[in-house]
């Protein structure tokens, strides 16, 4: 079944402590990205990848990292995470290079730091 | 910077009536505007979409018109039905790059 997973669905952590988000899709897909989604700000995309070892920032890419050292990986990296990075966070993937294509998302993280 | 309106932030309609929203956009290289439907709880989904060399498109009870001119695109849904209350975002694209909407609550009243 073609999807796009992300892990873990809920977490709570502490200020300060890092952690990783994983992102996985198996379509093949060149684009990725993550978004935050926050009551009454909508999705704000937070980096972007456009193919294997190609990332760049998004609007919001403040406190956080990616990587994309294989095309169907794209995890999400809070090196020191802050209260006001409590939100819901989805990762998504397109076929071609750019979104110009249907965004696939998945299942989404709700991340709570206290 | 680029960015996206969308209005209104919410919306109540009879089940039956047909509901109506609208954005607009600021980067003149957006070529790409879809739209996604993401109910309580569940992932955003892809529910229409238009390219910049269009003007409307149908599916079914759902359509889609842009003007380019004024750089703002609408979403018409007719007949509405209970299923169809969620959050729906309209997003702009060019190659590289995707703003959302702030998204609109539609509420079907029965």
């Known amino acids: 079944e073609a999807q796009v997973t992300q892990n873990p669905r809920y977490l709570i952590t502490v200020t300060g402590k890092k952690l990783t988000v994983t992102c996985s899709q198996n379509?093949?897909?060149?684009?990725m990205s993550w978004y935050r989604q926050d009551p009454g700000l909508g999705l704000r995309q937070i980096y972007y990848?456009?193919?294997?070892?190609?990332?760049d920032k998004g609007d919001v890419p403040e406190g956080y990292k990616v990587s994309r050292k294989e095309k169907r990986n794209f995890p999400l990296i809070l090196e020191s995470p802050s209260p006001n990075q409590t939100s819901l966070y989805f990762c998504?993937?397109?076929?071609?290079?750019?979104?110009?294509?249907?965004?696939?998302f998945g299942q989404g993280t709700r991340l709570t730091v206290v | 910077g680029e960015n996206v309106e969308q209005h209104p932030s919410t919306l109540s309609v009879q089940e039956g009536d047909s509901a109506v929203i609208k954005c607009t956009y600021s980067?003149?290289?957006?070529?790409?505007f879809p739209w996604y439907k993401q109910e309580l709880g569940k992932r955003p989904q892809l529910i229409i979409d238009?390219?910049?060399?269009?003007g409307e498109k149908k599916d079914q009870r759902i359509a889609v018109t842009l003007n380019k001119t004024a750089k703002h695109f609408s979403l018409h849904i007719t007949e509405t039905q209970p299923e169809d209350s969620a959050v729906y975002f309209c997003?702009?694209?060019?190659?590289?790059?995707?703003?959302f909407g702030k998204g609109t609550r539609l509420h079907i009243l029965p």
């Open positions: 980067d003149s290289a957006s070529n790409y």
């Open positions: 998504a993937s397109s076929l071609y290079t750019g979104m110009n294509t249907e965004a696939f």
């Open positions: 997003a702009a694209s060019r190659d590289d790059k995707i703003i």
């Open positions: 238009i390219r910049s060399n269009v």
């Open positions: 990848s456009m193919n294997v070892e190609v990332t």
């Open positions: 379509m093949n897909h060149e684009y």
